[in-house]
């Protein structure tokens, strides 16, 4: 499922139950997604007909068919239209395949109103998320994640950071561990803006665009598009304001001196530029930003508050961080 509204929604009615959630990335082939949830066994799953991905438009249903007859857990199989006229595709070769309109029908009351979502009172402990390791060393790993994940996020936001009236852009597809921390911020009242694909293909300035318009505070960016804008040369114009704009957070690899550079050229230091270390395992960050304290080239600044975190040398020894 790529970043889209529909798959915010079907998480939160998934947790709302103390069902389990879990997720691949869109742009992967057919066995790489069957290798991840053969292990898992899904009853249902959501995806979308297609979607756009730096201006190639990817054909979901094909590979969505595969991975339907490939899985005999599955109950149901819902696809979200991605334009009006998606509903007319022929969708017949999917088993137990239905477009979203045709599902939501049946949790509608017989007025035809949609009840209230109550949420099932579940333990700490209780299983909410599955993510995969890489599957560099053999077959993908799912990690069972409890409820306590959902406090990742809110974590880091709530004691390093400013949360309040917070606008906050992603992103992160389905699958990736970021999206599961970026969609837990809503319980603490941050606003979300979901983009789908590559922020800087439809024109130069589309990015910086983006922040003016929806008055973006946060910037949370791979590190590859940082890079991407400087080597494009992609830098706000005189009609840009980004006067909201406190914050860009790189991350999914090590963010290159160079970009720091070219961000501190753009926003004289007025922005902080942050990277962050975490990781899939843990689903959430152990050393990041902190607001107090000044950011450095090709440095993080602080380990995250409420973590424990251990440096550890080659030799198996370690310093303990306060």
């Not at 068919?65 to 239209?81: D, E, F, R």
């Not at 709530?158 to 921390?181: M, Q």
């Not at 979901?194 to 922040?211: A, K, R």
């Amino acid at each position: 499922m790529s970043n889209r509204k529909e798959a915010v929604f079907a998480m939160q009615a998934v947790v709302s139950i103390g069902a389990i959630w879990t997720g691949a990335l869109p742009l992967m082939g057919a066995q790489p997604v069957l290798s991840r949830f053969e292990q898992v066994k899904p009853k249902f799953l959501i995806t979308v007909d297609r979607f756009m991905n730096a201006g190639e438009e990817i054909d979901m249903l094909p590979k969505v068919k595969t991975v339907a007859q490939g899985l005999t857990s599955l109950q149901k199989v819902i696809i979200v239209p991605s334009k009006k006229n998606s509903t007319s595709k022929d969708i017949r070769g999917i088993p137990n395949s239905c477009f979203l309109g045709e599902f939501l029908k049946l949790g509608r009351l017989e007025d035809g109103s949609v009840p209230p979502m109550e949420f099932e009172q579940v333990s700490f402990s209780h299983p909410v998320f599955i993510s995969y390791t890489s599957g560099t060393t053999g077959l993908p790993k799912p990690i069972v994640h409890g409820t306590g994940v959902l406090l990742g996020g809110c974590q880091f936001y709530g004691l390093n950071a400013d949360t309040e009236r917070e606008v906050k852009f992603s992103v992160s597809p389905v699958g990736w561990a970021s999206w599961i921390i970026m969609i837990s911020l809503n319980f603490i009242r941050m606003t979300l803006v979901l983009y789908e694909g590559s922020p800087f293909f439809l024109s130069p300035t589309y990015i910086w665009d983006l922040v003016d318009e929806f008055q973006l505070t946060i910037l949370f960016l791979p590190s590859s598009t940082l890079d991407e804008l400087q080597k494009r040369g992609y830098t706000p114009q005189k009609q840009h304001k980004l006067s909201t704009l406190k914050s860009i957070t790189a991350a999914g690899s090590a963010l290159k001196p160079q970009n720091y550079d070219f961000v501190q050229e753009i926003f004289s230091k007025r922005v902080i530029l942050t990277t962050l270390y975490g990781c899939t395992e843990i689903m959430g960050g152990c050393i990041s930003s902190v607001t107090t304290l000044p950011t450095r080239r090709g440095e993080i600044a602080a380990p995250e508050l409420g973590n424990a975190v251990q440096v550890v040398n080659d030799s198996g020894l370690y310093q303990k961080i306060n």
